[in-house]
Every structure is written in C-alpha cells, then in structure tokens.
C-alpha cells in the first residue's frame, strides 16, 4: 500500500487547515483497511496519535485536538481527510497519515506510514 499525503503548509493561529491521504494498493491484499489516521512528531517528541477513524465509523482524537480537528474517511476513495481548525502553535509538527488493515479491526496485520506533511501555525 503507498500512502500520498496532500495539504500542510503554513498557517497563522487561529486558522484552519485540511490535510489529506490516499491510499493506494500496489499489490493484491487480503485485508482491508481498518483503520484510517493521522499521527504527528515533533522534534524530540515520539509520535502521537492525532485523530483516527475506523471501518465501523468510530473516531478517536487526542485530548488536545478533541474539538478542533474533525476525521473523516471516503472509503470508495481509499482517502481520509484531517480538518484542523482554530490552530495553535503547539499543532506545528509533522504529520503522518497511517493505514491499518487486516480481518478485522480488532486483528492488525499490516501498518502502513506516509511519508510525512509539514504544518506549521505561526504568526
């Protein structure tokens, strides 16, 4: 599976923001996605889970985006979309789209990565 990430950039505080994901499968897979997400890093900082959503419809957020940032998923494009709004300076990081498939979502057999977008909130 290759992830293509689109969207970041720069942004002042307060502003809004979309970044997006498409997955697409380079070979045959057994599995489907499960689980559609964002992750981010920042420098001397592990990754984090940002915002997720799951074949069922079920999302998770961080506590810190919980109200601010929206997930959502077309799954007949194999795409999810991060919608960032009311922006901070701590939202400056790099983010990482991440796909999960397998039998189930309670079963993960394959993790897949992007290679990464860039947002930075600044004045």
């Known amino acids: 599976v290759q992830l293509v990430e689109f969207g970041g950039g720069l942004v002042q505080p307060g502003g809004s923001l979309r970044v997006s994901c498409e997955a697409t499968e380079t070979s045959g897979s057994r599995f489907p996605i499960t689980h559609m997400g964002w992750y981010r890093q920042a420098p001397g900082i592990h990754r984090a889970l940002v915002a997720e959503i799951i074949s069922d419809g079920t999302t998770k957020y961080a506590d810190s985006v919980r109200g601010r940032f929206t997930i959502s998923r077309d799954s007949a494009k194999n795409t999810v979309y991060l919608q960032m709004n009311s922006l901070k300076p701590d939202d400056t990081s790099v983010y990482y789209c991440?796909?999960?498939?397998?039998?189930?979502?309670?079963?993960?057999?394959?993790?897949?990565w992007g290679q990464g977008t860039q947002v930075t909130v600044s004045p």
């Open positions: 991440n796909v999960k498939m397998g039998p189930s979502p309670l079963i993960v057999e394959y993790d897949y």
